[in-house]
């Protein structure tokens, strides 16, 4: 069965610094990573996936993440924080073949001013 | 188009009783998803559609627990007998056929239920 883990409950940056995110995952087969963002009162929102391909994926408002297979990671980073990045992000991954899609726990970005 | 859309937002009931969500998806998208959430948590997958059938269903959803997507658009969630640990955020999704796998789940702003 598939499962994500993101190890940290909340992440803390200074707006204007680089920022990473950090999820690992495990599946059986081929895996599809995704990245959801989550603001108060909203529904989660598609950032970016990988399917197959560069490891490097580029998304909505600046970020991107980076596929890294020997380690089954697959972190999410942005070169320069805002402020309204904070929001809640999860990571997110399907089995080939399946359409259930499982998801972490959630890591709390808070940018500060 | 205005997205996925779910009714009631918000749902407060006494312990016992049933509640009905509805989830009305993107007009062009013949897969659909229900998931629950709560507090701390990730969502987690309930069950999916594909037109109206219902093609897999997690082991949460318990025999309270009955989705339905009778003409292939919109999809109801019934929960009978509500107990307090029901409470949770009830999210729908929906997404296009796409490539096996590849497709990406479009998310409504979910149904709230608070059980009493």
């Known amino acids: 069965a598939q499962s994500v883990a993101q190890p940290e409950d909340q992440v803390n940056v200074a707006e204007g610094n680089p920022l990473t995110v950090k999820c690992t995952y495990s599946?059986?087969?081929?895996?599809?990573l995704f990245w959801y963002v989550q603001y108060p009162n909203r529904g989660l929102q598609f950032l970016l996936k990988?399917?197959?391909?560069?490891?490097l994926v580029k998304g909505s408002y600046g970020f991107e993440a980076e596929f890294n297979k020997s380690q089954t990671s697959f972190h999410l980073k942005k070169p320069s924080a805002l402020v309204s990045d904070s929001a809640l992000y999860f990571c997110?991954?399907?089995?080939?073949?399946?359409?259930?899609?499982?998801f972490g726990t959630g890591t709390r970005l808070l940018v500060s001013p | 188009d205005t997205g996925v859309s779910q009714n009631p937002r918000h749902k407060i009931t006494k312990r016992g009783q049933n509640v009905t969500f509805r989830c009305d998806p993107i007009?062009?998208?013949?897969?659909l998803y229900w998931y629950r959430q709560t507090l701390g948590q990730g969502p987690e997958f309930l069950t999916y559609?594909?037109?109206?059938?219902?093609?897999?269903k997690s082991r949460l959803l318990s025999d309270r627990f009955s989705a339905e997507r009778p003409k292939g658009s919109f999809s109801t969630l019934e929960i009978q007998r509500t107990e307090q640990g029901d409470s949770a955020m009830y999210l729908c999704?929906?997404?296009?056929?796409?490539?096996?796998?590849?497709?990406?789940?479009?998310f409504g702003a979910g149904s709230r239920l608070t059980v009493l």
């Open positions: 559609f594909q037109n109206e059938a219902q093609l897999e």
């Open positions: 599946v059986s087969g081929n895996p599809y």
């Open positions: 999704a929906s997404s296009d056929q796409g490539f096996s796998g590849a497709n990406v789940l479009t």
């Open positions: 990988y399917i197959t391909g560069d490891n």
């Open positions: 997110a991954v399907r089995d080939s073949g399946f359409q259930k899609l499982v």
């Open positions: 007009s062009e998208h013949n897969r």
